[in-house]
């Protein structure tokens, strides 16, 4: 095999409709993304072609969207990629972003915990009271 063969799947493009099914999201989504600059799909005429980058980064932007980061910090981590080739400053920023989304998500862990034990001890005080005014 040579070593200057193509790898066809490198070269795999992708419809809207094909890249939407694989990734079980809508096609509005995905221009939606492309509208916020995160992805930047080619044109055969007026049809949109996703290539394996695209499709990489629309992986990265759904799994961010699932651990809760906003679309401004998807795009900033996504536009390091490209910009730090050894991807230091893309690992950095992310390591900053995912202990912040913790720290918040430890706030409302707690805060969550403290309204359930508000409500669980309101909660007995009325069962007792119905105990109380059957007696």
């Not at 992708?14 to 992805?39: N, Q």
């Not at 918040?104 to 909660?123: P, V, Y």
Request: no cysteine; hydrophobic share 40%.
């Amino acid at each position: 095999m040579s070593v200057d063969a193509e790898d066809p799947k490198e070269n795999r493009l992708y419809s809207v409709s094909e890249l939407s099914r694989e990734l079980a999201i809508t096609p509005r989504s995905m221009r939606f993304y492309e509208d916020k600059g995160l992805i930047s799909p080619s044109r055969v005429g007026t049809t949109r072609v996703y290539s394996i980058r695209d499709r990489a980064r629309m992986k990265l932007i759904i799994r961010g969207k699932q651990l809760g980061f906003t679309l401004r910090d998807i795009k900033q981590y996504l536009d390091l990629y490209d910009a730090d080739p050894k991807h230091s400053a893309q690992k950095m920023l992310l390591l900053k972003q995912i202990q912040k989304k913790m720290r918040d998500l430890n706030a409302m862990s707690a805060a969550i915990s403290a309204t359930l034990s508000d409500l669980e001890n309101i909660q007995q005080s009325l069962l007792n009271s119905f105990t109380v005014d059957a007696a």
